[in-house]
């Protein structure tokens, strides 16, 4: 399913976060948005998920508009994975993960086999089917960011929003993460900081600075040494990944300018 952000604007307090965005994410390709701390992805990606209203634009799903469409209609299709998405209470791994079902079930009604099958499933592709029984408030931060991202994929969402979804992972996991978002066929629109991991996990990306868009399209058009310079302040160079040939960024620790 398409995903598309129409001219999204979000103000408050008098504070223009977002400004003017427009993006296109098709069917089944991976989208990344990148810029400095507080030029607005976590803002763009909360309208997407619907925590927080654009002030102007719209987001459609397909060819809808999303904030028409009844919250569990929204639900079964948008899934998100946040920054500020932990768990306060100690639930077992297993049951935090059996949430992701709730849009899909009505009052107390039970999970199905096939819906406990995909739950156990999930926890094993993401490495914690062995936690399943476990509180996730004893787990580190990397395992619960594995937990989330379970939850949010056994709700079976044709669009996945995530939100630096590699925090706290090691880098085995990061890479498994990242490999798994490429191979899903979702529609995904994933915020991430490191620009070589996004280079080789994206499609396209898109980088905001002061909340608006300063450049679109593939990892190799967009991040080119001058750009990097100009909103990320930093001197870096450009090298094609010796067996992918995906951009990859070099910097000097004296390259801050």
């Known amino acids: 399913m398409d995903l598309e952000l129409d001219e999204l604007t979000v103000v408050t307090d008098g504070q223009s976060l977002v400004r003017g965005l427009s993006l296109q994410v098709p069917d089944g390709k991976v989208l990344g948005l990148v810029g400095p701390n507080g030029s607005g992805k976590s803002t763009a990606l909360r309208c997407v998920y619907r925590a ?3 002030s102007s634009g719209t987001v459609r799903v397909g060819e809808r508009d999303l904030t028409r469409l009844p919250l569990r209609d929204s639900a079964r299709t948008v899934a998100a994975m946040t920054q500020d998405g932990g768990v306060d209470f100690d639930f077992t791994v297993e ?7 709730a849009p899909h079930l009505r009052g107390n009604q039970a ?3 096939r819906e406990r099958a995909l739950c156990a499933r999930m926890m094993d592709r993401l490495d914690i089917g062995h936690l399943a029984h476990r509180g996730v408030l004893t787990l580190s931060g990397g395992e619960r960011q594995r937990v989330l991202l379970a939850r949010a994929l056994v709700q079976e969402p044709q669009i996945l929003v995530l939100d630096e979804p590699t925090n706290h992972l090691d880098i085995r996991h990061q890479v498994d993460l990242l490999s798994l978002l490429r191979g899903s066929g979702l529609t995904v629109l994933v915020v991430l900081h490191d620009l070589n991991l996004a280079a ?3 499609d396209r990306l ?3 600075s002061q909340g608006r868009l300063v450049a679109s399209g593939t990892p190799e058009a967009v991040l080119t040494p001058q750009l990097v310079g100009d909103v990320f302040g930093v001197t870096a160079s450009v090298v094609p990944h010796p ?3 995906d951009p990859q960024l070099l910097y000097s620790l004296n390259s801050a300018r």
Request: aromatic share 0%; with cysteine.
């Open 52 to 54: 927080l209203r654009p």
């Open 95 to 101: 049951e935090v993960v059996a949430l992701g079902r």
């Open 111 to 113: 999970l199905s086999g």
């Open 200 to 202: 080789a996990a994206c």
């Open 206 to 208: 898109g980088v905001l």
């Open 243 to 245: 067996l992918t040939g």
